[in-house]
Each structure stands twice: as structure tokens, then as C-alpha cells.
């Protein structure tokens, strides 16, 4: 049967900006009824209950919005979530590379897939844009586990043919072969998107950098993931390998890497020339704050970013990150800009991991929002969980207000229901293998 959900709902029209609190551009419909249609598609927002032929669902007080949307994390590091002591490149090779080695096995793969798209669900995140390892198994293994799920998943097999260990190198021949096999297989194929996926610079020789660039000119439509000027001892190292580069980003940039759908994680150390470049190019930067902080890496410019008409999303970059909470991802993002003078607001965040997600990802009307006709991935959220947060919540003057003390003190907790398709994939409290 079709379903309707009654709930306060909240999304966006379009871009609220940085700081107005009072956009035009945020949707706000109280005690509204969403309906889905068996399709898993948003049929109607409406104030009136609809008829009996509706399966209605009654989440009254509860705050109804898009699934988030995560444009930068790694399935295998979440076996090194929280480890202690190091810098960016130090963390590749004490805690990274040695956890993404374990899947080669495809049943280890498969395991940690299953674990992590559960894990997303029940954090509030629908569709992510996702590193897996460079062996195909494990791509394989994600690419199974988000379609069992109906998710949304844009994702690739990493490239790495130096700088890093033996069981984690490929070449470029080989890579290439397994690159184009996995696009036919699962580029389009329901709600799955590929992702060519060089790690960084520094692990893809020019060769291999420049296969990755014929890739994504044979096969239009399909993304590139990878990362940039995260790190200053990573930055002066990519000047040492590309010595004819003007910048970090020009090493993309010279190898046909930079495009619409590009989505380039961290973009700390980047200057105003590297800024027009993404802008022409239509890349967006993954902001990564919570990792940003963890690593030590530096402060992401965000609103030098907007001035440039950057596309900024936001994301979680677990394991450097340490929680695939959103809504901590965000309240990290507010601190790390509130460092440089900037205060966003609740409508700034919540937008760059919804509709300004989506539209970034060229996914826009499709999710990130709760347009008639967009997928019906959706989250519930209780706005306070706790006595400290109730209190908080009763004594908030404006909506503005209740919602940014909902984004600075949520978490997953918080989080009643997540739906995929129109599918419920997941309800607090129930065992997700159910």
C-alpha cells in the first residue's frame, strides 16, 4: 500500500546563503503529510490526511527531512575510526593501508560493506560518495550491499600504482581493464554510480593519472573522487613528484580529472587561482571538518569558496573523521568556520548535505529534497533527545534557533526512522538484519 507519513517537514527551495537566518529559501511545512508512491517516489506534500487507500503513519512533533548526503567517506577505515597520534600521512600508512589490505578478501569485503551501509542508514545518511579499497572485491562488495539497501552510492575500485605497499598496488594496464569491466557492470544499474578513483597524487603515477583521465572522457556521466591540499607535508610532496605543476589541483587539472562531476575531498591549501579553476571546471570540494580537526590538517575557506562560486558539500571522511554523524560533521563544520569570523547558520549546513549535495552531484530533484517526484529517501528526528536538550528546545524563540541548537546537540540518537526508496531501512531499536 502507498504510504503517508505526518511529520514537520524541512527542506530547501535552493541556496539560503551563509548567514541569513531568515532565507526565503528554507521550506517549512509543519504537521504535514508526505506521501509516497509505490514507486518510492514523493507523490505529495499536503496539509489534509489523505484517503484510505494510504497507509498513514503518524510521526507528529517529529522533524521529517531528506536522508543526508555524505560526499566523501572510506568503507574500510571504519576499522580505524578514533585511532590516536597522527598526521595525514602517517595515518595512511600506521592505520590505513594495512586496514584496506584485509580486503582483498572478498568475504572480509563483503562483511565490512554490509556493516558500513547499515551503519550510514542509522546515522541518517541515504547516498554517499565512498572510497572503497583498490582491489575489485571490495568494490564489488559496497556496490551489493547499497543495492540489497536501495541507496544511493557513487563509488569506485582506487587507483594506486606507487607510494604505497605491495598489497595495495596495482598498474596501469590492469587497473584499467578492472575500471572499464566495473563501469559496464554497475555504472547506471539501479541507483549505483561510478566513481573513477586515483587516492591522491602522490600514490598514481602520470600514467596511470592520465589513464584515469580517458576513463571519464569514454565514459560520460560517470564521477571522479579523489583528494587535494589536505595537508601541507602532503602539499609540499606533490610539488616534489610534479615539479611542472603550478599547483596541487593543476595536476588533476593537466590529466583531465577536473570536471562537473568531480568531487575533490578537503581543499584546505588551495589558492584563488586553484578556486576559479574549480569553478570553471563545476568540481565541488568535499569539506571535511571533523577529520580536518582529528589530522590537524588545517581550516577549509568556506566563505572564500563561495565568493569564488564554488560548489562546497559536506562529509564525514571517516576513519580520519570520527563519527558518520551528519549532524557532528556540521556542528564541526560551524566551529571550524566560526575560527575564521564566519558564523553559518543551521540552513547553510543542513543544505550542503541535502539539496546542495545533490545539485553539486548533478543529483539535483532526485535527492537532498522533498520535491514531488524525488526519491522518498527521508529521515525522522526526534529535535531534542535528553533532558538537557528538552529544556534547550522548549525555551527556543524561533525556528532558526530550535534548529541550531537540534544540529549542536543531536547525534544519531536523535534519529528515529531512515527511508530508502520509500522503504523503512531502518527504525531505532530494531535489530537492522530483521
Known amino acids: 500500500m502507498k504510504t503517508a507519513i505526518l511529520a514537520d517537514l524541512l527542506d530547501f527551495t535552493g541556496d539560503p546563503g551563509l548567514a541569513d537566518r531568515a532565507s526565503p529559501h528554507v521550506r517549512w511545512r509543519p504537521a504535514h503529510w ?34 543526508f548526503i555524505d560526499t566523501h567517506v572510506h568503507c574500510p577505515q571504519v576499522d580505524v575510526i578514533a585511532s590516536w597520534g597522527t598526521e595525514l600521512l602517517d595515518w595512511l600508512n600506521t592505520y590505513t593501508f594495512p586496514a584496506e589490505a584485509r580486503h582483498a578478501d572478498p ?3 563483503q562483511v565490512a560493506a554490509d556493516l558500513f551501509t547499515d551503519a550510514l542508514l542509522a546515522h541518517g545518511t541515504t547516498a554517499a560518495v565512498v572510497f572503497p579499497t583498490v582491489h575489485v572485491a571490495s568494490v564489488e562488495a559496497l556496490f551489493t550491499a547499497a543495492s540489497q539497501r536501495g541507496m544511493q552510492m557513487v563509488a569506485g575500485k582506487v587507483l594506486m600504482d606507487r607510494h604505497a605497499p605491495d598489497n595495495l598496488r596495482d598498474d596501469v594496464a590492469g587497473a584499467e581493464v578492472d575500471c572499464r569491466a566495473l563501469i559496464a557492470r554497475w555504472h547506471g544499474r539501479g541507483r549505483n554510480r561510478y566513481a573513477v578513483t586515483p587516492r591522491f597524487a602522490a600514490t598514481s603515477t602520470p600514467e596511470q593519472l592520465a589513464m584515469a583521465g580517458r576513463l571519464l572522457a569514454d565514459h560520460p556521466g560517470v564521477y571522479m573522487q579523489t583528494h587535494v591540499a589536505e595537508n601541507r607535508a602532503e602539499v609540499a610532496w606533490i610539488a616534489e613528484l610534479f615539479p611542472q605543476a603550478r599547483s596541487y589541483l593543476d595536476v588533476y587539472a593537466h590529466h583531465g580529472l577536473l570536471t562537473e562531476r568531480a568531487v575533490l575531498a578537503h581543499g584546505i591549501w588551495l589558492d584563488d587561482t586553484d578556486r576559479a579553476l574549480l569553478h570553471d571546471s563545476g568540481a565541488q570540494i568535499a569539506f571535511c571538518p571533523s577529520s580536518n580537526l582529528f589530522l590537524g590538517s588545517g581550516l577549509f575557506g568556506w566563505q572564500q569558496a563561495v565568493a569564488a562560486g564554488v560548489h562546497v558539500s559536506m562529509a564525514s571522511d571517516v576513519g580520519g573523521g570520527t563519527s558518520l554523524s551528519m549532524l557532528r560533521t556540521l556542528l564541526d563544520g560551524y566551529k571550524v568556520q566560526a575560527l575564521a569570523g564566519n558564523r553559518l547558520t543551521a540552513w547553510a549546513l543542513l543544505h550542503a548535505a541535502t539539496r546542495g549535495a545533490a545539485q553539486a552531484l548533478r543529483l539535483g530533484g532526485q535527492i537532498g529534497t522533498l520535491d514531488v517526484g524525488a ?52 527504525r531505532r531499536g530494531a535489530d537492522p538484519r530483521a
Open 34 to 67: 508526505l506521501l509516497i508512491d509505490d514507486d518510492g517516489r514523493i507523490a505529495a506534500v499536503q496539509a489534509e490526511a489523505p484517503g484510505d487507500d494510504w497507509q498513514k503513519i503518524d510521526h507528529s512533533g517529529r522533524l521529517l527531512m531528506p536522508g
Open 107 to 109: 568475504a572480509v569485503a
Open 375 to 426: 526519491m522518498a529517501d527521508l529521515c525522522l528526528w526526534d529535535v531534542a533527545v535528553g533532558p538537557v536538550a528538552q529544556r534547550r528546545d522548549a525555551l527556543a524563540r524561533e525556528l532558526h534557533e530550535r534548529l541550531f541548537a537540534w544540529v549542536t546537540l543531536g547525534d544519531e540518537r536523535n534519529l528515529a526512522e531512515t527511508w530508502v526508496a520509500g522503504v523503512r531501512r531502518y
